[in-house]
């Protein structure tokens, strides 16, 4: 089976988890092709990005997951589903040659048509605590992502075992997941942290977005709109923190701006281990390890995201920290080596799944 998100970028399709079900009902009836973009049959389809309907034959499937240890911490990896952002460009390394894309792209045994994102969520347990960072999706990026409840079921996990859910940025593939379509929440007992800088960025009327590739003002529009009503909807539950604080005794925050402004990585400790949730600081392993200067479309601030790329990456390198990848391919767990100038993904391997 092939799963696929097709979408001009990931966060506008996402501001259908906030429309009205008649909006979405109506969207759903439309077929609108794009250049670049193949259109199935869709289950929604708003201003031109479609997400198609996957049919599951029989039982929904059991989803992986997997499981490591940290110190005393017990981690467990689990996975919302996948986005594919087709073309790779503009999306991906903006202004760059498209036959020097390309050809990265072939050498690396990689689709030249399109870049399949994962999402993937780490779970952290600790005395007394059950931490979620990021809760991926929910329901406006069609069927092929959302699956974080019953992933989190299929590894033993109840939704109301959530204590704390750590979030990074607030664009909608990482924030979707807290609530349902109804606006109810879909962690009940969990408060949610996130960075002071990046609450009060979204919630302003006009956040700035002129040093980013988003320049589209009614997509601006549909951005903002719906992470200001998430976000306001969870403000009872939020929690926010700063740079350099620390959660639980096993959790540093780090802003890492550019993505967002309150853009953060997660350092997660136990015992001298350490393992570094990088959240949205790269999107590719193939084209953004060898290349930390090529921007994605996403990025609120391209110059400052590239240069916040290569810090990290140096720094990551240099100690060689373990590193966990939001959206690289499963489990998203790896190492950052230097390679010449530049750097490469190197994934840790398992024996046996699990």
């Given at each position: ?335 950052a080596r230097k390679k010449g100038g530049s750097y490469e993904w190197v994934i840790e391997s398992y024996p046996i799944p699990g």
């Open positions: 089976m092939e799963r696929r998100v097709l979408l001009k970028n990931i966060f506008l399709l996402g501001a259908g988890a906030y429309l009205s079900k008649s909006a979405l009902a109506a969207a759903a009836q439309t077929e609108t092709t794009n250049p670049g973009f193949t259109t199935p049959s869709a289950a929604a389809t708003i201003s031109g990005i479609t997400t198609p309907t996957i049919t599951i034959p029989g039982s929904t499937p059991t989803q992986p997951f997997h499981h490591l240890k940290l110190g005393n911490l017990d981690l467990t990896v689990v996975t919302d589903g996948s986005l594919r952002m087709s073309p790779v460009q503009p999306s991906f390394a903006p202004g760059i040659p498209a036959a020097t894309v390309d050809s990265l792209l072939q050498n690396s045994f990689r689709s030249q048509q399109a870049i399949e994102l994962g999402i993937n969520i780490l779970v952290v347990r600790t005395t007394g605590k059950l931490i979620l960072i990021d809760t991926g999706c929910g329901a406006g990026f069609g069927t092929g992502a959302g699956w974080l409840p019953q992933s989190l079921a299929d590894a033993g996990i109840a939704t109301t075992a959530v204590t704390d859910i750590v979030i990074t940025h607030a664009h909608p593939d990482h924030i979707g997941g807290l609530l349902n379509p109804d606006k109810s929440f879909v962690f009940p007992q969990a408060q949610v942290h996130m960075s002071d800088i990046e609450y009060k960025f979204w919630m302003q009327d006009a956040p700035d977005f002129s040093k980013s590739s988003l320049n589209n003002t009614d997509t601006l529009q549909k951005i903002i709109g719906s992470t200001h009503a998430a976000l306001k909807v969870l403000r009872p539950r939020l929690q926010f923190f700063n740079d350099g604080d620390e959660l639980w005794g096993c959790i540093r925050l780090q802003k890492a701006a550019g993505h967002t402004p309150g853009h953060t990585i997660v350092h997660i400790f136990s015992e001298g281990e350490e393992l570094v949730h990088i959240a949205d600081l790269l999107h590719s392993d193939v084209l953004q390890f060898p290349h930390p200067d090529w921007g994605f479309y996403g990025d609120t601030d391209l110059e400052l995201a590239a240069a916040t790329r290569q810090q990290v990456l140096t720094e990551l390198a240099a100690t060689r920290t373990r590193i966990f990848a939001y959206h690289l391919p499963w489990p998203g767990i790896g190492h």
